[in-house]
C-alpha cells in the first residue's frame, strides 16, 4: 500500500501525516507513506486543497485533516 | 424484526436529534447570559478588584481589554460555529465544478460569494490556482475567488460586529465582495492568461474525484464545533495581540490625534493607509481590534476600512506564494487592481460620511 500527504508544511499537513504514520504504526499495515511538498507535484495530482490523503492512487480526504476513524478503514482495519 | 429495529432506530435518531435541539438552545440561553453580564464583570475586575482609579488611563486600557477580549471570543465562537455548519456544505472541489466553464460577470459574481463560504487555507492557494484555472474556470473568475476568500470571512464578520457595530460589518462585506467582483472581472477582462507561469498549463492534472462520504447532520455538528476549536485556537493569539495593542491605543493615544493622519480632510490619509498596511502581515483577527481602537481616535471610516483591507487583502506573503504561478506582470496588475478598489472603497466612504 501506498499513501501520499500532500500539503506544503502548513499545521494542518504536520497534524495528519503524524496521524497517517501513527495509524499505520497501529494498525502495524504494510504502507509506504511519503509527504509531497511540492506545489507543482500537489497540483499535478489534481488536488486542490491541503492537506490531502492519497491511497493507491485515490484521492481519500482533501481539505482537512481526516479523522483517525477514517485513516483505520482506508488501512482495512 | 426488521420493522421494529427500523423503527426503534428511527425513535432514537429522532430522540437524539431532539436532545441535541434541546441541548444547543440551553446552550445558546447560556451564552445570552454570560455576554450580557460581560461589561459588569470587567468593571467590578478593573475598578473593585484592581486597585484601579475609575477615569485613569490604565483603568481605561484594562477595562477595554477585560471587556473586548471574552466579548469578542464569545462572538467568534457563535458566528465560527454556524458558518462552519454552512462550510459543511461546500468543498473546493464542488466550487470548482460550479465555476468551471462559467461566463464572465455572472461567474465573478459567484466566485466572490462562493470565496466566503467555501473552506480555504491560504496556504493551498497556488495548488487551487492551478486547480481551477486548467479545469476551466475562466482566469478573472478565479481571481475573484482567491481575493474574496480570505478577505470576506466569518472572523472578520463576527469582530466587527462585536467590536464596531453591525453596520460597519454589512459595509465592510459589501465593499468587500464589490472589490473581489470588479478586481476579478478587470482582469478577466485583460486577457493575461500568457502571464500564468508556463509550468502551469504543461501540469497534467489527473482528474481528482474524492470519494465523498455523506454527512449526516451530526456529522455537520461536529464539523462546526471542529471549526471552532481549529480557528479559535489559531486566531486566539492574534485577537489578543490586537486587542492589547488597541487597549493601549484606547488608554493612552490623545483623542482626536488620529484626526491628523488618517481623518477625512486630507487628501492623503486613504493612500497612506493602504501603503502602511501592505507590509504588515495580519489577518481579520489582528488587525480588527486595532482598527476599532484607531476609529475611536477620530479615524475616518473610509481610511480605516482601506487600512484593514489592505493589511488582509493585500500581504507580502502571498504575492511570494503567487510569484511561483504568476508572472510579475501579473502580480502587478492583480495588486494595482485590488489596491485601485480599496482607494476607492476608502474615497467614498470618506466622501459620504
Redesign the interface.
Known amino acids: 500500500m501506498k499513501i501520499k500527504v500532500l500539503?506544503?508544511?502548513?499545521?494542518?499537513?504536520n497534524k495528519t501525516e503524524t496521524l497517517i504514520r501513527e495509524a499505520v504504526a497501529e494498525a502495524g499495515a504494510d504502507a509506504d507513506v511519503v509527504k509531497i511538498t511540492d506545489?507543482?507535484e500537489?497540483?499535478?495530482?489534481?488536488?486542490?486543497?491541503?492537506p490531502a490523503v492519497i491511497v493507491d492512487d485515490?484521492?481519500?480526504?482533501?481539505?482537512?485533516v481526516p479523522k483517525k476513524k477514517e485513516v483505520m478503514s482506508w488501512l482495512g482495519q | 424484526m426488521t420493522f421494529i429495529s427500523t423503527h426503534i432506530r428511527r425513535v432514537n435518531k429522532k430522540t437524539k436529534a431532539g436532545a441535541f435541539l434541546a441541548a444547543g438552545a440551553l446552550s445558546l440561553y447560556l451564552w445570552w447570559l454570560v455576554y450580557r453580564s460581560l461589561p459588569a464583570v470587567a468593571q467590578w475586575l478593573t475598578y473593585d478588584l484592581l486597585p484601579l482609579a475609575r477615569g485613569s488611563h490604565t483603568g481605561a486600557s484594562i477595562e477595554f481589554f477585560l471587556y473586548d477580549t471574552p466579548k469578542v471570543m464569545m462572538l467568534l465562537v457563535l458566528v465560527v460555529f454556524f458558518v462552519g455548519i454552512i462550510r459543511s456544505f461546500f468543498?473546493?472541489?464542488k466550487t470548482?465544478a460550479f465555476l468551471s466553464g462559467k461566463s464572465e460577470l455572472a461567474g465573478n459574481v459567484l466566485a466572490a460569494l462562493l470565496g466566503i463560504v467555501t473552506?480555504?487555507?491560504s496556504?493551498?492557494a497556488?495548488?487551487?490556482f492551478?486547480?481551477?484555472v486548467?479545469a476551466g474556470v475562466p482566469l478573472g473568475v478565479t481571481f475573484s475567488f482567491l481575493i474574496a476568500a480570505p478577505m470576506v470571512n466569518e472572523i472578520a464578520l463576527g469582530l466587527l460586529y462585536g467590536l464596531v457595530g453591525w453596520k460597519v460589518a454589512v459595509i465592510y462585506m459589501g465593499t468587500g465582495l464589490f472589490i473581489a467582483i470588479s478586481a476579478g472581472w478587470i482582469i478577466g477582462r485583460m486577457k493575461l492568461e500568457h502571464h500564468i507561469e508556463d509550468?502551469?498549463s504543461r501540469?497534467?492534472?489527473?482528474?481528482?474525484?474524492?470519494?465523498e462520504a455523506q454527512m449526516t447532520w451530526t456529522d455537520r455538528l461536529v464539523y462546526g464545533r471542529d471549526a471552532v476549536v481549529?480557528i479559535i485556537g489559531?486566531v486566539w493569539v492574534y485577537i489578543l495581540l490586537g486587542i492589547g495593542v488597541g487597549a493601549g491605543i484606547h488608554g493612552f493615544v490623545p483623542e482626536g490625534i488620529m484626526a491628523s493622519v488618517m481623518g477625512k480632510d486630507a487628501w492623503w490619509s486613504v493612500p497612506l493607509s493602504v501603503l502602511m498596511g501592505v507590509p504588515m502581515y495580519s489577518n481579520a483577527a489582528g488587525v480588527i481590534p486595532v482598527v476599532e481602537a484607531l476609529l475611536g481616535k477620530g479615524a475616518a471610516l473610509g481610511s480605516a476600512l482601506a487600512f484593514m483591507m489592505s493589511v488582509i487583502a493585500l500581504s507580502l506573503p502571498e504575492i511570494v506564494i503567487l510569484r511561483?504561478?504568476l508572472k510579475p506582470r501579473l502580480i502587478a496588475v492583480f495588486v494595482a487592481v485590488v489596491a485601485c478598489g480599496i482607494l476607492l472603497v476608502g474615497y467614498m466612504f470618506n466622501l459620504i460620511l
Open positions: 500539503g506544503p508544511g502548513c499545521a494542518k499537513c506545489m507543482m500537489i497540483a499535478a495530482l489534481g488536488v486542490v486543497s491541503t485515490a484521492v481519500k480526504s482533501t481539505g482537512k | 468543498t473546493p472541489e470548482r473552506p480555504f487555507c496556504c493551498s497556488v495548488p487551487l492551478i486547480g481551477f486548467t509550468w502551469v501540469t497534467a492534472v489527473a482528474g481528482s474525484s474524492v470519494e481549529e489559531r511561483k504561478v
